[in-house]
């Protein structure tokens, strides 16, 4: 098992100075909800609600909140959301996928269709982009949860495939099937993790050029700031010259 991919993952994610408290808040609720209503509401009974709450809590959420999504869904009161998934193409070539939870499928595709439209993309069919991704488990630990070496040994014994390790953290990678399995596994030695969660990984990069990084931030912002938007990934690379004459 490598200690690093030949490309790195790049995923699109706002940090959390960049979002209004509320928004995010409103979807690691409603993540909660689904997963809890999917499945049984004991988090130690249902791998993907306790990867939702390992989320919410990664991003200081209150404990009355998270036990506010999961009563949600267990009182026969919630809306009844529904998965959905969007491809396209944004500027410069770069594939992207969308997932969203939604209670109303036109009003998503919609918004969705008019940020690729507004901000220099194309919105696809189903499996338009996916090839230029694999379908992975994604396990991220911060930094602090320790050296290389330890992040390294831990992934390996739980029977993970690979890891990332940057001064922004660890990202740990495994077959899908695996996560429930792989994530248990890691508590054991690491404690609790940021986030547990199927994840998009990409297989190759597309280098973006100056004059079409700043229209391509717009589009994954536009996508960002909707309410049903939950994840976004692309293949992007962006490289320091390009990052430092946008932010000049």
Request: with cysteine.
């Amino acid at each position: 098992m490598a200690g690093h991919s030949k490309f790195k993952n790049i995923m699109f994610r706002k940090g959390a100075q960049d979002k209004k408290r509320a928004k995010l808040f409103t979807k690691l609720a409603k993540e909660i909800t689904v997963a809890a209503k999917m499945g049984m509401p004991d988090p130690d009974h249902n791998p993907r609600l306790r990867s939702a709450i390992a989320a919410a809590r990664a991003q200081s959420m209150p404990k009355d909140n998270i036990q506010r999504a999961i009563d949600k869904a267990t009182g026969g009161d919630s809306e009844n959301y529904e998965e959905a998934r969007y491809e396209g193409y944004g500027p410069g070539n770069v594939a992207v996928i969308v997932e969203a939870l939604t209670d109303n499928r036109n009003r998503t595709a919609a918004e969705v269709r008019s940020a690729f439209n507004k901000n220099g993309g194309t919105l696809g069919e189903t499996n338009s982009v996916a090839f230029n991704f694999a379908r992975v488990g994604l396990i991220k630990y911060p930094a602090d949860a320790g050296s290389e070496d330890k992040i390294m040994e831990a992934a390996i014994l739980s029977g993970a495939q690979d890891v990332e390790s940057s001064e922004d953290g660890h990202d740990i990678y495994c077959e899908p099937d695996d996560l429930n399995e792989v994530q248990k596994a890691l508590e054991e030695s690491l404690g609790e993790p940021d986030s547990a969660r199927l994840d998009w990984r990409a297989l190759n990069t597309v280098d973006v050029q100056e004059k079409d990084a700043q229209t391509l931030f717009d589009l994954l912002n536009t996508l960002d700031d909707s309410d049903d938007v939950q994840y976004v990934a692309a293949n992007y690379e962006i490289d320091d010259a390009v990052m430092a004459s946008l932010e000049s």
